[in-house]
């Protein structure tokens, strides 16, 4: 088992950055991918981004070149460093790991991010 708890998230300006973070503990040896995934009120769950062990990352177009996902293998940590925040970014933010990249074996609890105009 593999728990995941995402931090950071909270109120911005349009234009403002945050940057989450997601501890993940427990049988971490078996996870090779984790992602961000964002669920805005009355939309479907979306990618933001994913990356490997090794450092390979992609990114939906709607964040590319503004998110940056980065994994501190050592401390067992992946962060979302969110630039130029725009209001359609609201939503609520969750951390994902799995097995591979097309596998989503844990969620965490999800963190908030509200970005006013």
Same mark, same amino acid.
Request: net charge positive; glycine share 12%.
């Given at each position: 088992? =593999?728990?995941?708890? @995402? *931090? %950071? ?10 940057? &989450? ?9 078996? +996870?090779?991918? $984790? ?6 009120? %009355?939309?479907?769950? @979306? &990618?933001?981004?994913? +990356? /490997?062990?090794?450092? $390979? ?5 709607? =964040? ?12 067992? $940590?992946?962060?979302?460093? $969110?630039?130029? &925040?725009?209001? @359609? ?6 951390? *994902? ?5 097309? =596998? /989503?074996?844990?969620? %965490?609890?999800? /963190? ?6």
């Amino acid at each position: 088992q =593999v728990q995941l708890m @995402e *931090s %950071g998230g909270g109120l911005v300006q349009t234009g403002g950055s945050l940057r &989450l973070s997601c501890a993940a503990s427990g049988s971490i040896g078996s +996870i090779n991918a $984790m992602g961000w995934y964002r669920q805005a009120p %009355g939309k479907q769950r @979306e &990618l933001v981004g994913k +990356i /490997t062990r090794s450092g $390979m990352s992609r990114y939906s177009d709607s =964040v590319k070149g503004r998110f940056t996902i980065s994994w501190d293998n050592a401390r067992n $940590m992946v962060y979302l460093q $969110m630039n130029s &925040l725009k209001p @359609e970014d609201t939503a609520v933010y969750y951390c *994902s790991a799995g097995s591979s990249w097309f =596998v /989503t074996d844990y969620w %965490g609890q999800g /963190t908030q991010v509200t970005v006013s105009s």
